[in-house]
């Protein structure tokens, strides 16, 4: 085979595995996998094509991904060895850190100690891990000799294989690239939580340091809500809402999911009509949380309460384009706080709570200056301020309001469905999913331009939402129980499309490949015209 690694041409005897061809070249303090033809692939994986070669390293995005996993799945294994009557779920992502739980048995704190050593030693002996690959007919013959439901919900999928990694006596099965041994995590920590107990990990470009949790009291509340209501509807697993949706049940599903919006959305209004001083509302999200529907069905429910709401844009405020910041690269950056004009914002603002008249800015983005056009507006008594922005939840965009004039929102799809038990689905993948399925629709853009877009993206949320979710005074969950589902048959076309010439194909059939566990729901038309999800797959009032 001819492997091209580093601008060099290789000439690779086939099926010898990539550790193999470039064993003087891995070291694996640094490396945790590879990328081959644009696919993520194992340090195990046969060559058994032409082309190109290039290494992860754990520090970097995919590379983390992997350590996380490879973390999931050791911790696993050593609870089923130490507590095998342990029902171990794992259920969330807080931080640098994922929230599990155990039924079945009491939590103490000499469980984690002893859990925590067995890991250790695990490591220490550098145990390899082996992924077998079965046909479904062979998968079938296996399960039926198990009691386990450890990936038995791929011989349920429309894969053709049925995949499980073993490390001794041990199977499972978790969704992607795994370490090719034990002796991979450098770095992690179990630290009792709540009801439950945290898996920590390294932060993003860190491989040796562990940092502290910190308790986002907000967020988990939020998460918690969502987990505790799906649990109570039995459809918390990929499997639970595949049941209910081959039992005709998708009506049940889509009511469920509205009514949980409406009900939360009314208390938002009720919790706003309780703080009497409330003159503005600021909601802020990462992208496709939502923000376009929760604004509009939030300006609904004040309403009921008597109060009229008025809605400004932050775009309208952007700097004159000469001013504006540029980034480490020379280009604009419209992201950074500065990239706004805060003086003349909060400026109109002022004048406004006092009852003045103000001639509001339309931007330009063509010429890059604002114009004013005749829009004038006076705030009335009954009325309330709605602003929406990528910085909203941060008070330097709204530094001369008095903060009891401010109520702050913050919204996101936090996913709480698993694929089942000891895998779960990130709460950006869905996120990504949404937007897929939005660009497309409404932007006429490919999956692959989203893809492409999608880092810079992840970027300026993490330096400019993420961080002050917890100012927020209220979160709403804006994730559907069913929504991926309806998005599979509008999604998995599109990033079909990306062929493995784009460096973005390992993460069109990572989601291509989840989304094949989800059973299609075929009758959209259940879903009504004022949901969430309409602003994602067309037919929203709120277009």
């Not at 804006?478 to 048959?489: G, N, T």
């Not at 194909?505 to 969430?532: C, G, H, V, W």
């Amino acid at each position: 085979m001819k492997i091209i690694f580093e601008n060099q041409e290789y000439q690779i005897e086939q099926g010898t595995t990539i550790q193999e061809a470039f064993d003087k070249q891995i070291d694996t303090n640094e490396i945790i996998a590879a990328r081959y033809n644009n696919w993520i692939a194992s340090l195990n994986q046969p060559i058994i094509e032409d082309g190109k070669i290039s290494f992860i390293k754990r520090q970097e995005k995919d590379g983390r991904i992997i350590y996380i996993r490879g973390l999931l799945y050791l911790m696993s294994k050593t609870i089923d060895e130490l507590y095998p009557e342990c029902h171990l779920t794992i259920n969330y992502q807080l931080s640098n850190s994922m929230f599990c739980q155990t039924e079945n048995i009491e939590l103490t704190e000499e469980m984690i100690a002893n859990v925590k050593r067995k890991m250790q030693e695990a490591i220490d002996k550098d145990l390899p891990i082996r992924r077998i690959e079965m046909t479904k007919e062979e998968a079938k013959k296996f399960y039926a000799k198990e009691e386990s439901i450890r990936g038995r919900l791929q011989a349920d999928s429309v894969k053709e294989k049925v995949s499980l990694y073993f490390c001794e006596d041990y199977y499972n099965y978790f969704y992607g690239t795994m370490p090719i041994s034990t002796g991979f995590a450098k770095a992690f920590d179990l630290t009792k939580f709540r009801n439950g107990f945290l898996l920590e990990y390294p932060a993003l470009n860190s491989s040796e340091v562990v940092n502290r949790n910190k308790e986002s009291l907000k967020l988990i509340s939020a998460m918690k809500e969502y987990d505790d209501l799906y649990k109570l509807m039995e459809i918390n697993t990929v499997y639970r809402l595949n049941k209910k949706i081959q039992e005709g049940k998708v009506k049940d599903l889509v009511l469920f999911s509205e009514a949980i919006h409406e009900k939360k959305i009314a208390e938002i209004a009720s919790k706003i009509k309780e703080r009497q001083n409330v003159r503005m509302v600021l909601i802020a999200g990462p992208t496709s949380s939502g923000k376009t529907t929760f604004a509009g069905k939030l300006g609904m429910a004040l309403r009921v309460q008597g109060i009229k709401p008025v809605t400004i844009s932050v775009d309208n405020y952007f700097v004159e384009r000469e001013q504006n910041p540029v980034d480490e690269n020379g280009n604009y950056d419209f992201e950074c706080l500065e990239a706004i004009d805060v003086e003349l914002l909060n400026e109109q603002l002022l004048n406004l709570l006092v009852g003045k008249e103000v001639e509001l800015p339309t931007f330009d983005f063509k010429t890059g200056h604002k114009q004013y056009l005749g829009n004038k507006l006076r705030l009335k008594e009954d009325e309330i301020l709605i602003i929406e922005g990528i910085h909203c939840l941060n008070d330097e965009l709204t530094n001369q309001i008095p903060k009891e004039n401010k109520f702050k929102v913050y919204i996101s799809d936090l996913t709480v469905l698993n694929i089942d038990y000891y895998n779960r689905i990130s709460t950006t993948d869905t996120r990504l999913i949404r937007r897929i399925s939005r660009d497309y629709k409404f932007r006429n853009y490919s999956a692959l331009h989203t893809l492409q877009m999608w880092n810079s993206v992840g970027r300026g949320e993490q330096k400019y939402i993420f961080p002050y979710q917890e100012e927020a005074d209220c979160m709403f969950n804006s994730s559907i129980i069913y929504e991926l589902a309806v998005l599979k048959d509008f999604v998995v076309p599109l990033l079909q499309e990306i062929d493995n010439s784009h460096p973005e194909y390992a993460e069109a059939k990572r989601l291509i490949e989840m989304l094949q566990y989800f059973e299609s729901i075929k009758e959209t038309d259940l879903i009504p015209n004022n949901s969430l999800l309409r602003e994602f797959i067309g037919g929203s009032i709120y277009e």
